[in-house]
């Protein structure tokens, strides 16, 4: 487990020195010549790559020949004046040499890579820290050198590894803390920190040792914070103590990479992996420490929209880890280039479980105030407001270049666009040496600016200037009309003749006015197409009185439906008109004689079409349908108007209808003779009755077409 993280923890601020072209041969082993404050790293057969880094807690130079293996040369070396041994193993496909700082400063020292030899020299630093000087001197029996924690089988295990002879004490619990102590022990400095458990599976939290002092005695002090109540216990070991407490339900997650993690001082390497290669003391280096300075990372601020990231999934826990270590394993998941100014200062502490490396990367440059210029795959970083300058000097000085450049002239043709619309947004993007004169005659606008105000120019008018687009409106207007009517009549008739007196001939008739032409014609009052009967009585006495009785009955149903299909094609956001229709003439008297007028009875269609990007379409639609009347008295013709009016939105080739406009009228009417026809039952036999009702309604069906262009 331990050893799967540190693999991972390698990657951690590695970067390029001196790559070469040159491939060797598999079996190549090193060389290492020691002198005072000098060392010679080389190889038998050559080296296919050098890198190098510098690593805290403790600190270390730390140093790979790629495609080369261990020589015959002792593993650890004893050094001075500054480093205080070299340590080397086998790591992978390289060799690590791993040279140990004597003290909490680095000494001044220098790397130097030729293509087949790697030249370390080294001067003793000048610098103590305050902390250091400050420090209080105690002496004690045992020294605890390395404290590693290690997660499997179930079981977290917190090895402290001790060198002499020291006591603990008994496990006292306070809730999910649990406290013990190594009497007449001392800690180093480096080591005076939280151990942080959070990428293991495992069921610690957090193990925290203090260096205490028993009345001029040092006594280590350790703080173990579980997760939950599991069984633990302390055991001593031939190396010193191990604290192990059963996982149970905590022994599930996958470890992520961790910059955390302690290490050992003198170079104890785990074994338990199947995979780990030769013991080496070289081994633990590349675990990532908390540095005392570092670097904070942000991208350059940008929108907030939403971003999707693609990158390869990895995960990053650090606690007070320095950030350009951070970006140097970014830049080896990634692939990029990474370079970070001087500028760049600050540590970070962040937990990110199984996201995209570059999402990664914006949320650590989001909280730390920086930017991120990126160019292919080259990212420099950079504090925001080194950005912001460098990009209002680029402005300044393109400004100033523009100041100086001499000025062109070009004749741009507009085609189809309004010359004034394309001329105001043109004025907008000239420098203030720019002019712009339009030739109305010709449609051209000449413009003079430096070259690439021109091209700016011409590229805006090639997007303003563009052939308006057209609509074809295609209409049905359907105006569907019914009517209905039934008529029915009764009318008595008394006829007397005798001739010689002297009333020769006379006749009343009683009852309802309707009726229709009997089959033999005799009696016509109507002249409706109907249903007709007559009876006569014949005479009555002795005089030549003759009563007849004629039944009439009509009912009659009719539809109709007029239907007109004007079409009319206009320009985007034009109003187009179509009419089809009669004027119908009248006269009228005045002082200056007889004139005569018309008035227009006509069938409208009125549309103002405007195309949306989407190509959906807003109408404007004014539909008229007008009919000639006749009303009793008037002097001039009477006109029936159906009108709608409306907006809608329509995408294109989708049709609309427009209703609403429907009539009815209905009407009952009796006619008969006066106080007969009120008879009860009676009165049927003297009136007749009128029945009629009609409906009509208007409706426009509207299809929009965009006309495309050829």
Known sequence: MRRSVVLLSTLLMIFSVAPTAQIFAADSFSIAAVSEKRVVLSATTGIEQVRYFTLDSPKRLVVDLYGVTPGEHADTVALSDGFKQLRVGPLDNKTRFVFDVDGSEFPTFNVKVEPDHVVVTWEPSQKTTAAALAAPVMKGSAKIVSIDFDSEKGQSKLNIVVDGTATATELTRDGDKIQFSLKNTTLPRALRR????????????????????????????????????????????????????????????????????????????????????????AYEAAAPQPSQQGVIITKELAGKEKKTYTGAKTSLVFDNADVRDILRLIAEISNLNIIASDEVKGNITLRLIDVPWDQALDLILDVSGLGMIREGNVVRVLPKDTIRSMKEAELTAANSQEKLEPLATEVVTVSYADLGAVAGPVKEILSARGNLTPDSRNKYLIITDVPQRIAKAKELISILDTPERQVMIEARIVEVSSSYSRD??????????????????????????????????????????????????????????????????????GKAKIVSLPKVTTLNGETAKISQGTSIPYQTTSDGGTTTEFVNAELKLEVT????????????????????????????PSIDTKQAETKVLVHDGETTVIGGIFVENNSDNETGTPWLMELPILGHLFKSTSKKSSKSELLVFITPRILKDK
């Open 609 to 636: 079409p405007v195309i949306n990007p989407d190509d959906s379409i807003i109408m404007q639609i004014v539909t008229t349908n007008d009919s000639p009347s006749i009303t009793s008295g008037a002097t001039a």
């Open 194 to 281: 939280e151990f942080d458990t959070l990428a293991f599976p495992s069921a610690i939290y957090s193990a925290t040792p203090y260096l205490v002092n028993n009345g001029g005695v040092p006594a280590v002090r350790f703080v173990v914070q579980l997760k939950a109540d599991q069984p633990y216990r302390l055991e001593k070991e031939a190396t010193g103590y191990a604290f192990i407490v059963d996982n149970g339900p905590y022994d599930q997650a996958t470890p992520p990479v961790t910059g955390i993690l302690p290490v050992p001082a003198k170079g104890e390497i785990d074994t338990t992996s199947a995979s780990t290669p030769t013991s080496s003391p």
């Open 488 to 557: 029915l009549g009764i009318n008595w008739g008394i006829d007397y003749s005798s001739p010689g007196s002297k009333i020769e001939n006379a006749g009343v008739g009683i009852g309802g006015d309707f009726l229709i032409d009997l089959p033999d014609g005799a009696g016509s009052v109507g002249e409706d197409a109907g249903l007709a009967a007559g009876i006569t009585f014949g005479e009555i006495g002795i005089n030549k009185l003759v009563l007849d009785l004629r039944i009439s009955a009509l009912e009659a149903n």
